[in-house]
């Protein structure tokens, strides 16, 4: 299992280097402190079944609602970087807003040009499309350690570019956002029209297609960097009616 998840990873980073969209730096505070000033991005309303995980189980597996239930991996390359947890994915103490649980990998990527790392779960159990339509984006908790790279990349891959979906031939191009995190906790928000492709390469799609979204990465692919990253409390957002 843990090869797989590492050749995945491996076949979809690699494609990937450049930068999608970048998110300004928000004013930052101690690492200690328990939450942010402010939110990056817009607010869109909380919905009663829109928690992913917040992590508080203490297990690996994401919350079970709505039909979603994946379970959270870590992965990297095989050519020098090395992540933590590197086998059964484990909750680590300390979380957004003062909860006791948080997502967490740590590491340092190789000295080449196609590195990676990450961590990511799948929305459904097993694998395969979900069907998040009836919501308009997903937001999450999020920072970095002090002696951490500041960006991870937010990545979804959906029924166009993800092999799993059978539709696409040149894959991997998955609609992104480019993180830049303080260490401090912010909230980020990413309405599903606000994930961008990469140009020139991959099989361009006008937009993100909500009804068969397949997994939630956060990856790190900058070379020769120390890493130390923390997810928590990610919701799909913005339900109508």
Known sequence: MIARRAFVGAVLSALLSGCITSIPEPTGGGAKSPAASKSIGPELSECPSGAVDDLEDSNSQILPNEGRGGYWYSYSDTFGTTVTPEDEFVPSPGGANGSAKAAHISGKTGDRKNVWAGMAFALANPKGPYDASKYKGISFWARRGDKSTDFVYFRVPDGNTTPDGGVCKDCFNDFAANVKLTNRWQKYTFPFES??????????????????????????????????VWIDDIKLVGCEG
Do not use: A, C, M
């Open 195 to 228: 994930l961008k492709q990469e140009p020139g390469w991959g099989e361009p799609r006008s937009h993100i297609t909500p009804s068969k979204i397949y997994e939630l990465q956060w990856q790190i692919k900058t070379r020769n960097v120390d890493f130390d």
